[in-house]
């Protein structure tokens, strides 16, 4: 580990004098330069441009506790600046090292009750990082905060879900910033739990007239609530609204650093993409063995239930999904396929109780100490479910008790549920984020896994705690199963919002993208659009192909095969691909893409030479030509290209597909044509 203090600088400032000139910060590469300065109210303000395009203009930056007001009055004393390069290994990932190069100040203020305020600043060359650190002892108690995001243009194309403080379910708007109104919201999500006025949730991401792409979030979410932003049409701006169910936001003891607020920052779309400065805001891993984390692919007895083929609850009028033979039948398809874990819902006492599980006692139907050793005979771990149903007091007294039973039964992972809404509480507000974060914790004293359902959303905290290998917080795939499912564009949009935020759990893999299966006739209710003969009539918005290309596509070190094992053995060649496609990769390029249109991603293997691509588009077909100039020179490959047919589409012939081998070189172009609603997947490897 290189760790290069390159310089520290101090400027000195007497106290109560106005900084008259703004501090200039620049990135390493120059291309991004920030300002800071005092106005003549005592308000601190930044800016930030691009390659000298104003992306965002001066923007007010304060806190509120209860003790004191600190937007205002505040005096400039000493302003530190310093720098800073280094590389880390992550314990998986889109890259086997990550490179942390930044400028940084760090702004001392004197409060009008001459207590101490700090603004840090860090500039990497791919975005702005800002947060405040409260000095002192004993304790605050935040009640507001107000940093603020005063974009350069109203028409900045925007890709944005509304502000919730409870749900990130909801679909993509693509409008203008000026479009983000009440009315729109209507557009993103009709469900009362968003929030009343103009408002998103993070990530959002925003195109400049230039071409310059911004995706502003937050990083290292620890102690506080999650953040919204509130938009002001007037000014153009975008305002921090943090979640609480009353007045008070945070309690927190000093001294005390909030979130980084963090604006990434690139000339294309892919830079947003391949861009790690969430994962660099966050403090190292404190883990000190990390050999028993493991990126694989697995398959669930899952997807059956939300096709209403089976039930969780054990007497639920349809057969019951998690038994031991039918649970067996998933471990044997992980088996001879090479999948390492088998999720398995349902199994577990509290169904049909509504919201008072038992996460240590199975249903009579499941034997989970002879599915345990059936697994691991087969070189198979079990993951476990624990869905609260947003009981999250019944889970916070038995999570203890849950962890050590499955870790005394040989489980090692676990997925956690919070649908609904939680008594008292906010999926996004300070308490849930303790909540969330203790179960990572608590999980790795037991060497689990933990993958997060109804989240909030992921702020890099994986890098600290690399269990927590992957997380919801989007519209995933089972919403194709029980409503009109996602948009066309919907997943051509997740990689620049959703995505960057965090490994992203989507679950794809449906290769029967129109089920033809029956539904179960006692099971069907109104919430499933089924005919006189209880035929589905929906059906997975996109082809096989593009099914395939999200495992590339969409990052995350666990990817499950999400359909029913008999619907793989009918397209064998495709499966062949989730097969050999890894989780975990050495490096990561975005070969072509443009927001919420098509992605093509290119990632290379973190255990061998060989790359993997993967390419998808949103409802209108389209070819894409790419270069190949990513491979060693004057090496020989074999591209395996699985696309689709010539008469593919997501409405036509979506189960149509081709797969083709040919010899490439670095010196080749490939063009490769994606239906609509489509994609293609590719593995290139050494010959």
């Not at 609850?313 to 001879?336: L, Q, W």
């Not at 007294?397 to 050590?404: F, I, V």
């Not at 993208?513 to 003969?533: F, G, I, L, P, Q």
């Not at 009918?570 to 072509?592: N, S």
Request: glycine residues 6%.
């Amino acid at each position: 580990m290189k760790n290069l203090l390159l310089s520290i600088v101090a400027l000195l400032m007497v106290c109560g004098v106005s900084a008259k000139r703004p501090i200039t910060l620049s990135s390493p590469n120059e291309q991004l330069k920030a300002t800071f300065h005092i106005d003549k109210k005592g308000t601190p303000r930044y800016t930030l441009s691009f390659n000298d395009e104003e992306i965002i203009k001066a923007s007010p930056l304060g806190i509120v506790t209860t003790e004191e007001d600190m937007r205002s009055g505040l005096r400039l004393c000493e302003v530190t600046h310093f720098a800073e390069d280094n590389t880390w290994e992550p314990v998986w990932g889109q890259y086997a090292t990550i490179r942390d190069n930044y400028n940084a100040m760090s702004a001392e203020l004197m409060t009008k009750r001459d207590n101490v305020l700090y603004i840090d600043m860090r500039l990497y060359d791919d975005g702005l990082a800002i947060r405040y650190r409260l000095d002192g002892k004993g304790e605050a108690t935040i009640i507001d905060e107000t940093t603020s995001f005063t974009l350069g243009s109203d028409a900045y194309n925007t890709y944005w879900i509304a502000g919730s403080y409870d749900d990130d379910e909801f679909g993509y708007v693509n409008t203008t910033l000026s479009g983000i109104t009440r009315e729109n919201m209507e557009l993103s999500s009709s469900s009362e739990r968003k929030l009343p006025y103009p408002a998103v949730n993070t990530p959002v991401t925003m195109v400049t007239e230039r071409g310059t792409h911004i995706s502003i979030h937050e990083a290292a979410l620890w102690h506080y609530p999650a953040m919204s932003l509130r938009y002001d049409a007037k000014s153009n701006t975008l305002t921090s609204d943090l979640a609480s169910v009353g007045k008070v936001k945070s309690e927190v003891t000093l001294p005390f650093a909030t979130p980084w607020r963090v604006v990434i920052v690139g000339n294309r779309a892919g830079a947003l993409i391949e861009s790690s400065l969430i994962l660099n805001l966050n403090e190292p891993c404190r883990l000190e063995d990390t050999s028993w984390i493991k990126p694989m692919k697995y398959v669930g007895v899952w997807w059956e239930m939300h096709l209403k083929r089976s039930t969780w609850d054990m007497d639920g009028g349809a057969p019951h999904c998690a038994t031991t033979e039918n649970v067996c039948r998933y471990i044997d398809f992980a088996a001879e396929n090479g999948f390492g874990g088998v999720l398995v819902e349902g199994w577990n006492e509290g169904w049909g109780r509504g919201e008072r599980f038992d996460y240590c006692q199975p249903y009579p139907d499941f034997d989970i100490d002879y599915i345990t050793a059936y697994a691991r005979e087969r070189g198979v771990m079990l993951i476990g479910h624990h869905e609260t149903y947003a009981n999250v007091e019944n889970y916070e007294a038995q999570m203890s008790d849950a962890y050590a039973y499955y870790a005394s039964k040989g489980v090692g992972s676990v997925k956690t549920g919070y649908v609904g809404n939680i008594a008292n509480r906010l999926h996004n507000s300070r308490d849930m984020v303790d909540h969330y974060n203790r179960t990572v914790m608590e999980a790795a004293e037991h060497r689990l896994t933990v993958d997060i359902h109804e989240p909030v959303h992921p702020t890099g905290i994986c890098r600290t705690y690399p269990n927590l290998v992957s997380a919801e917080g989007m519209r995933g795939q089972e919403w194709q199963a029980w409503n009109s499912g996602n948009s066309i564009s919907h997943n051509t949009i997740l990689p620049f919002t959703r995505n960057v935020a965090g490994a992203m759990d989507f679950t794809p893999g449906i290769f029967d993208v129109r089920y033809h299966n029956t539904v179960n006739k006692a099971a069907a209710n109104e919430e499933y659009r089924v005919d006189e003969n209880y035929n589905y009539t929906y059906f997975v918005n996109s082809t096989l192909a593009h099914q395939l290309a999200l495992y590339v596509v969409f990052y995350s070190p666990i990817q499950m095969v999400a359909d029913l094992p008999e619907n793989y053995a009918e397209h064998p060649k495709a499966l062949t691909f989730i097969r050999e496609v890894p989780v975990d990769w050495y490096t990561t390029k975005v070969l072509d893409a443009e927001v919420g249109d098509y992605v093509v991603v290119a990632r290379r293997d973190k255990h061998s030479n060989s790359w993997y691509v993967g390419g998808i588009t949103d409802g209108t077909a389209r070819e894409v030509s790419l270069s190949l100039d990513f491979l060693d020179k004057g090496c020989n490959y074999k591209a395996t290209i699985y696309r689709d047919s010539e008469r593919a589409a997501w409405n036509t012939y979506p189960t149509d597909y081709v797969v083709e081998s040919k010899s490439v070189t670095a010196n080749d172009t490939l063009t490769v044509r994606m239906g609509a609603g489509g994609g293609f997947a590719m593995t290139i490897s050494k010959e």
